[in-house]
């Protein structure tokens, strides 16, 4: 089974809103990190969180994570068309060998 | 220059079929991985290759072994191909420690 679950799983909102996509996992973790796939190419690394940190910003994106609840959000404000891609997070349970990720969150910007 | 670079792009091969894929990285990481990623876009884990430490997803068929020539490459065997091999294969790289994967774009196997 995933480590990761990404909810929703698809996401369509308005150019110009905010979109706020959830990851929730299992086990304990070292850091997560959260990834943007174009279709039809590979991941594209977004954002790390270590676990020790409870919030993270790199330009309109804001991570956050939440150890207790084993949960954690990407937010992108004020979305834009390119926006549109699927977006995937991953955990980091063993000392930075092997990320696993979730199924991801396809995400549709209309213009 | 492509940091991580895959070959074939795309490989259409019939059942029973051995066929492989290569990956090559300019980024000197020490740690290449091979993931699979099906129809439904679910990212799974194969091979964490490290100094010649591998690591193996224990779901992963024998069918399925990674060999690395050298620190730049590791290329993926697959032998008798089945049709739920079908998937999009990608490579990735790191650097020791703490850090993200750089991924290839990805080689689309489709299996008839």
């Known amino acids: 089974s995933q480590q990761g679950e990404e909810d929703p799983q698809a996401l369509s909102i308005q150019e110009g809103e905010n979109a706020t996509m959830n990851c929730s996992y299992k086990t304990s973790i070292n850091n997560l990190q959260w990834y943007r796939q174009n279709s039809g190419r590979g991941l594209v690394h977004l954002i790390l969180?270590?676990?020790?940190?409870r919030e993270k910003h790199s330009g309109r994106l804001r991570v956050t994570l939440d150890t207790s609840k084993k949960s954690s959000s990407l937010l992108i404000t004020a979305s834009r068309a390119a926006d549109t891609a699927s977006y995937f997070c991953a955990t980091d349970s063993n000392a930075g060998n092997m990320l696993t990720f979730g199924g991801g969150t396809r995400l549709m910007v209309k213009p | 220059d492509t940091a991580v670079s895959q070959t074939p792009k795309y490989l259409v091969t019939q059942m029973g079929n051995d066929k492989s894929i290569k990956c090559e990285q300019n980024l000197g990481h020490d740690t290449m991985y091979w993931y699979k990623q099906d129809s439904k876009k679910f990212l799974k884990i194969m091979f964490s290759?490290?100094?010649?430490?591998?690591?193996i997803n224990e779901t992963v068929p024998n069918r399925f072994s990674p060999k690395s020539p050298d620190k730049a490459h590791l290329n993926l065997h697959i032998n008798s191909l089945e049709l739920g091999d079908s998937a999009v294969y990608f490579c990735a790289t790191k650097e020791q420690g703490l850090g993200p994967l750089h991924f290839g774009n990805g080689t689309r196997l489709t299996v008839t």
């Open positions: 290759y490290n100094n010649k430490e591998l690591i």
């Open positions: 969180i270590r676990s020790n940190e």
